[in-house]
């Protein structure tokens, strides 16, 4: 079920496709695709396909009751209504996502206490196995019901419309956040030209190969880096590993959702950007104006904006801001990493409402060095494996002296050289480049000026995918699959 692996590519992509094309009716291949997710969702984990229908079937019916209600929204009914279907939505992903987590709280506060009495008093652990996908359909699933709160001509009486909408597998595991309102009409009504397929294909294509060429080379730096202690490290490697994580997880994800929204295409469906050249923002407020556009998106329309958004003063908007951030971290894993990392990118964000970072810097060249600082730092804390570890790696990082003996110091710079082959220098700096927004510059520079040359091209465009397909699949085999980073979310 993973989108790179060779059975998905090769064997249940096309044969989904192609049933679903010689298909009569919508409404035949709507069951079919529904059909199929389901089959996608079950190779993953079986034994929460239920919970996943579960999720499918209570919103449905939450839904189904808004619509039935007076459309008056201050109805105690409907606010009862909707309170319960956030309620239902937000246990269910707690319990699985944060149970562990409450629970080691739990145990460390009472420690912390030296509660009086009898031994063995900590709280066991669930130990429950994430569910995939679980933070993308929950929030799917809640923003179909607060959508139909809000206005009941927004939901459906089909059951089957909206599971397709919530299972739908290219963005059901790890995005993009899709809302209900954006593709009902598509769900009844898509038209499929060998354009799109052209279109779909080709972003598909990219995709594959953000994540197996660039991601996947990052990975293995990273991995190997992040894997030693940080007394161990040296700054070279320390800020190698966090230059190149900062740049796997944004190929991983993007080119993640560059596969779905090309399967989107492929059938007929339109799904919302999810990046816009993040790595080129000035400010960390523009940087979220480009990073993960989906989740961004969510928790402005449906936590921020209802809180007061920045109508209530500057200390309310300071509130709601460190607020969402926090959530925005927490919605990414039980960790205090990810809570760090949210209240980090919160803090700037509201340094920069009140101007104690200068708008003039943010506007000038060095407000791009000073947001890639804030966001390298940041993603180096989300990679950590817990805050201490990332403590440790920050202070290598601004460690301008060797760490430990002699041979500390050369087994570092051996390992710096077998890192840094010839190959992965190449790639990565293929990856700045990329990341950066140079090549997509570069790229309009040539179709304006030597339209022969450009990917609109037939002839060039068949050929740079073909070989991009080629290489990406080669990669795979020779190199291994590294999953996903947000499948973990």
């Not at 060779?6 to 009569?24: A, E, G, K, T």
């Not at 007076?70 to 319990?95: C, E, K």
């Not at 995709?207 to 040296?234: E, S, Y």
């Not at 570890?389 to 060797?402: I, K, S, T, V």
């Amino acid at each position: 079920m993973i989108f790179s692996s060779p059975v998905f590519v090769f064997f249940f992509l096309p044969v989904v496709w192609i049933i679903s094309r010689l298909l009569p009716g919508q409404k035949a291949r709507n069951i079919w695709l529904a059909l199929a997710s389901l089959i996608f969702f079950a190779f993953g984990q079986l034994p929460y396909l239920i919970l996943l229908l579960g999720s499918v079937c209570a919103n449905y019916l939450f839904g189904l009751a808004l619509t039935r209600e007076t459309p008056d929204r201050n109805s105690s009914r409907r606010r009862m209504i909707a309170g319960l279907a956030v309620a239902v939505n937000l246990i269910a992903l707690g319990i699985f996502k944060y149970l562990d987590f409450i629970l080691k709280f739990i145990n460390s506060i009472t420690g912390m206490i030296n509660i009086p009495g009898p031994s063995g008093l900590e709280l066991p652990m669930a130990n429950l196995i994430l569910p995939i996908g679980i933070s993308f359909y929950t929030f799917q699933g809640l923003s179909y019901v607060l959508d139909v709160y809000r206005d009941p001509s927004a939901g459906t009486r089909s059951f089957g419309k909206l599971l397709l909408y919530i299972s739908f597998f290219p963005q059901l595991i790890a995005g993009p956040i899709v809302l209900y309102r954006d593709i009902s009409a598509q769900i009844d009504n898509r038209i499929l030209t060998p354009e799109h397929i052209l279109t779909g294909l080709k972003r598909f294509i990219r995709g594959l190969g953000k994540k197996l060429i660039l991601a996947d080379t990052m990975a293995v730096i990273v991995d190997r880096i992040f894997g030693m202690d940080p007394a161990l490290l040296d700054f070279r490697l320390a800020w190698l590993a966090a230059v190149c994580y900062t740049l796997q997880i944004y190929f991983d994800f993007s080119g993640y959702s560059d596969m779905a929204i090309g399967l989107g295409y492929l059938f007929g469906f339109r799904f919302r950007e999810n990046f816009h050249l993040p790595y080129a923002a000035k400010s960390i407020r523009d940087f979220w104006r480009r990073w993960h556009i989906s989740l961004s998106t969510w928790f402005r329309d449906y936590l921020y904006i209802p809180l007061g958004g920045n109508r209530r003063g500057k200390t309310r908007t300071a509130i709601n801001k460190f607020l969402v951030f926090f959530l925005t971290g927490l919605w990414h894993g039980a960790n205090w990493t990810f809570i760090l990392w949210g209240l980090w990118h919160g803090l700037f964000s509201v340094l920069e409402d009140r101007n104690i970072i200068p708008r003039r810097l943010r506007e000038s060249f060095f407000g791009h060095i000073y947001a890639m600082l804030i966001v390298i730092l940041g993603f180096t804390l989300f990679r950590a494996e817990s805050v201490s570890y990332a403590f440790g790696f920050f202070a290598r990082m601004f460690a301008l002296w060797p760490t430990g003996n002699a041979y500390q110091w050369g087994y570092n710079y051996i390992l710096l050289r077998a890192l840094l082959n010839a190959r992965t220098v190449f790639i990565l700096i293929l990856s700045i480049l990329f990341a950066s927004g140079v090549f997509s510059r570069l790229a309009e520079r040539v179709k304006n000026k030597i339209p022969a040359l450009a990917l609109y091209n037939a002839p060039v465009s068949a050929a740079f995918y073909s070989g991009l397909f080629v290489l990406a699949i080669l990669n795979m085999v020779s190199s291994g699959y590294s999953p996903f980073i947000y499948f973990q979310f």
